[in-house]
């Protein structure tokens, strides 16, 4: 679900002078410290926002997973390794042939957000992101390229719908694999 490219060192190719401000080592850095806070800390810093239509139950578990230290120590981690771990993801011996399903965000949906990037930029790099995500799903011969319309980067939970249909046809491919078999 929208994840990030065996070629996302693309993306540092791209001159885009607002987003180019807020860099990995920020986030690094925040994901650092983070990680470092206990729970009840981390409630004092992180205001998590609630998605609309979510019962309050999965709200709350949300939440719980925004103040978990141990997510941060995670984002950390593989921040710091995503563009090595891809390297050898795409200079490796090749990915079996396995179903697999790509889901992207859409692109123009995340363009009309608010959120003080120029427009412009944004198209740049949605354009871009978009193309990675579909180049993704050529690392198998048996995918689906999927766009989740109206969905940001948080396909799961913007279109939950799209997840689902998404598990249940790749549970259907390798039910009627195992029968052929």
Not at 72 to 89: F, L, Q
Not at 139 to 154: P, Q, V
Request: aromatic letters at 8%; one cysteine or more.
């Amino acid at each position: 679900m929208d994840s990030t490219s065996v070629n996302l060192h693309r993306l540092d190719a791209l001159m885009l002078p607002v987003m180019d401000a807020d860099d990995d080592a920020a986030w690094l850095e925040t994901c650092r410290i983070y990680s470092e806070k206990t729970s009840e800390e981390l409630k004092d810093l992180i205001a998590p926002g609630c998605v609309p239509g979510l019962p309050t139950l999965l709200n709350e578990k949300l939440k719980d997973f925004q103040w978990n230290p141990l997510m941060y120590a995670a984002m950390y981690s593989e921040v710091t390794w995503w563009k090595e771990d891809a390297m050898i993801m795409k200079n490796g011996p090749g990915f079996p042939q396995i179903p697999l399903t790509v889901i992207a965000r859409d692109k123009e949906y995340v363009i009309r957000q608010e959120d003080g990037l120029p427009e412009w930029e944004k198209r740049i790099f949605e354009t871009l992101w978009e193309k990675l995500m579909y180049e993704q799903s050529e690392l198998t011969d048996d995918s689906r390229f999927i766009i989740a319309e109206e969905s940001g980067h948080a396909v799961h939970l913007d279109r939950p719908d799209v997840v689902v249909e998404a598990f249940h046809h790749l549970a259907e491919k390798v039910q009627g694999n195992e029968g052929a078999g």
